[in-house]
């Protein structure tokens, strides 16, 4: 902007270099992805959040899991900050980055979201629940998202194809490992019904028709 003093001129040179370099625009709005404590040249969410906030672009931080890198040793997911901006609050962002117009146009009514969401048997019925993953989640490769518990756990089908309703994932843990999450397609498990049956049978209580 004409008038704009060189700090804020500083930080949409910044901002504009870090939208193009790693952001990601989904259905929701924008997302940017930082690994927590990985000793990164980039900036850090916080960083990326300052600036925002001098541009005075509303946006939120909120933890997100990406996949462990092929060549780590740990294969545990990469635990990150998400630096991240509703659709409807990318107007403040065009002000300081006209390019970022043609994306925003491109997003339509079927573009998946910053969340991934699953259902989950309870004794008292079927409980909605959302996954704390990076708002990449729709590019990663089926090895990538199979690494994330993303690929039904008894047929191999991509969860992340909501195009059929009669498999969207359910978590079904196996009776050895009641805390861990286990992923299975609705066509695996009955739409989760038969888990809802099971739970509610052990507790006394009569399962959601």
């Known amino acids: 902007m004409a008038g704009a003093v060189p700090e804020v001129r500083a930080a949409q040179r910044r901002i504009v270099s870090t939208v193009n370099a790693s952001g990601v625009i989904c259905g929701d709005g924008l997302a940017l992805w930082r690994e927590v404590n990985c000793g990164e040249s980039k900036a850090t969410a916080a960083e990326i959040a300052k600036d925002l906030t001098m541009l005075d672009v509303p946006h939120q931080v909120v933890t997100a899991f990406r996949f462990p890198l092929a060549n780590s040793w740990d294969k545990r997911p990469r635990r990150g900050e998400e630096v991240r901006v509703a659709k409807n609050d990318l107007k403040h962002l065009v002000r300081w980055m006209p390019s970022l117009e043609t994306y925003i146009d491109q997003?339509?009514?079927?573009?998946?979201?910053?969340?991934?969401?699953?259902?989950?048997?309870?004794?008292?019925?079927?409980?909605?629940?959302?996954?704390?993953?990076?708002?990449?989640?729709?590019?990663?490769?089926?090895?990538?998202?199979?690494?994330?518990?993303?690929?039904?756990?008894?047929?191999?089908?991509?969860?992340?194809?909501?195009?059929?309703?009669?498999?969207?994932p359910y978590n079904i843990p196996l009776a050895k490992q009641p805390k861990k999450r286990r992923l299975v397609c609705g066509q695996c498990c009955n739409d989760g019904v038969d888990k809802v049956k099971r739970l509610a049978a052990c507790t006394g209580q009569s399962a959601a028709e």
Do not use: S
Not at 111 to 126: D, K, L, V, W
């Open 107 to 168: 997003i339509t009514g079927d573009c998946p979201g910053f969340g991934f969401t699953i259902f989950e048997p309870r004794a008292e019925g079927m409980a909605v629940m959302q996954l704390a993953l990076a708002a990449d989640w729709p590019r990663w490769t089926n090895k990538q998202a199979g690494a994330m518990g993303l690929m039904c756990a008894q047929c191999g089908y991509d969860l992340r194809e909501r195009h059929n309703e009669d498999r969207m």
